[in-house]
T-cell receptor, first 113, second 111 residues
Framework: DAGVIQSPRHEVTEMGQEVTLRCKPI?????LFWYRQTMMRGLELLIY????????DSGMPEDRFSAKMPNASFSTLKIQPSEPRDSAVYFC???????????FGDGTRLSIL | GEDVEQSPFLSVREGDSSVINCTYT??????LYWYKQEPGAGLQLLTY?????DMKQDQRLTVLLNKKDKHLSLRIADTQTGDSAIYFC???????????FGAGTRLTVKP
């Protein structure tokens, strides 16, 4: 079975540019989560969706960050404009229920210069 | 964050057993999980246990849960160099639709 698929795996861009990260959850999973991982702050939940609807976006750091889930098989996390402090690994995860085990993608390593 | 705590580092010799510990604060935790993260990869679900269980074994992995003390441990028998990774403890509650992760324990296996 295909797992959670994220793209791109790596992204290097200059500050001020728009960055779009993509995620395809496991088919049949109703919950989708976006995380950010840094050495300083560890793993942080940014936002999660249930049935394509954003449920909790309290972890989104600022208005520069936005996330969408237009259908059950696709989600995007967008940063505009990007800043060097946004450099991190961004993970997408999906699950069949809110408290059920989450399955993670391999992440997008983002570097903002 | 502070809801789930782990020691940051553990070093063992190849062939020994590893025990990674975790404490959590919420007595209403429903599920407790162990994830493994290898360099450059995502978090891989290793095993999980329901809060009404006190032990779960899966090949070389043994999970012990002390609900009274809110203490979870992961024992890896016959630790191999391929077990070197960061191990995350996490918990979830039926009332909440998300999980809370510890900061991770970096396991180093020396030959």
């Amino acid at each position: 079975d295909a797992g959670v698929i994220q793209s791109p795996r790596h992204e290097v861009t200059e500050m001020g540019q728009e960055v779009t990260l993509r995620c395809k959850p496991i088919s049949g999973h109703d919950y989708l989560f976006w995380y950010r991982q840094t050495m300083m702050r560890g793993l942080e939940l940014l936002i999660y969706f249930n049935n394509n609807v954003p449920i909790d976006d309290s972890g989104m750091p600022e208005d520069r960050f936005s996330a969408k889930m237009p259908n059950a098989s696709f989600s995007t996390l967008k940063i505009q404009p990007s800043e060097p402090r946004d450099s991190a690994v961004y993970f997408c995860a999906s699950s069949t229920g809110g408290s059920q085990p989450q399955h993670f993608g391999d992440g997008t390593r983002l570097s903002i210069l | 964050g502070e809801d789930v705590e782990q020691s940051p580092f553990l070093s063992v010799r190849e062939g020994d057993s590893s025990v990674i510990n975790c404490t959590y604060t919420d007595s209403s935790s429903t599920y407790l999980y162990w994830y493994k993260q290898e360099p450059g990869a995502g978090l891989q679900l290793l095993t999980y246990i329901f809060s009404n269980m006190d032990m779960k074994q899966d090949q070389r992995l043994t999970v012990l849960l002390n609900k009274k003390d809110k203490h979870l441990s992961l024992r890896i028998a016959d630790t191999q160099t391929g077990d070197s990774a960061i191990y995350f403890c996490a918990e979830s509650r039926a009332s909440n639709n998300d999980m809370r992760f510890g900061a991770g324990t970096r396991l180093t296996v020396k030959p």
